[in-house]
């Protein structure tokens, strides 16, 4: 195992925070302007706007200017890999459970 992080663990550190994760659901229903994100938080803005810098930074979510306006959009194909991952995971201890079912079973019968 290598000290460098892969992207699966900037997104899987970006989306350890709530404030990431509310925004991440938020940003799910449409782009939203830097101000929007941030009205739920009570937060500066300096402060909201460093959790936008590494969501960011991971890839989950990119950002557009238009005069002074900064919005934010989803970017849901960064998502896929954590999807991926998650779901191998999910398949890993599907089997195994079964497995353990079927020798408690077997357990019981004998």
């Given at each position: 195992m290598t000290n460098a992080s892969t992207p699966l663990d900037r997104i899987f550190q970006a989306l350890s925070d709530p404030t990431r994760r509310a925004v991440v659901e938020r940003l799910a229903l449409g782009p939203a302007s830097v101000s929007e994100l941030a009205?739920?938080?009570?937060?500066?803005?300096?402060?909201?706007?460093?959790?936008?810098r590494v969501l960011e930074?991971?890839?989950?979510?990119?950002?557009?200017?238009?005069?002074?306006?900064?919005?934010?959009?989803?970017e849901a194909e960064a998502l896929s890999g954590a999807q991926d991952w998650l779901q191998g995971q999910r398949d890993q201890?599907?089997?195994?459970?079964?497995?353990?079912?079927?020798?408690?079973?077997q357990m019981k019968e004998t």
């Open positions: 009205h739920p938080f009570s937060m500066a803005l300096p402060s909201f706007a460093q959790h936008l930074g991971c890839g989950l979510v990119v950002s557009r200017k238009t005069g002074r306006v900064r919005t934010y959009a989803l201890w599907t089997r195994r459970l079964d497995q353990l079912d079927h020798y408690l079973l």
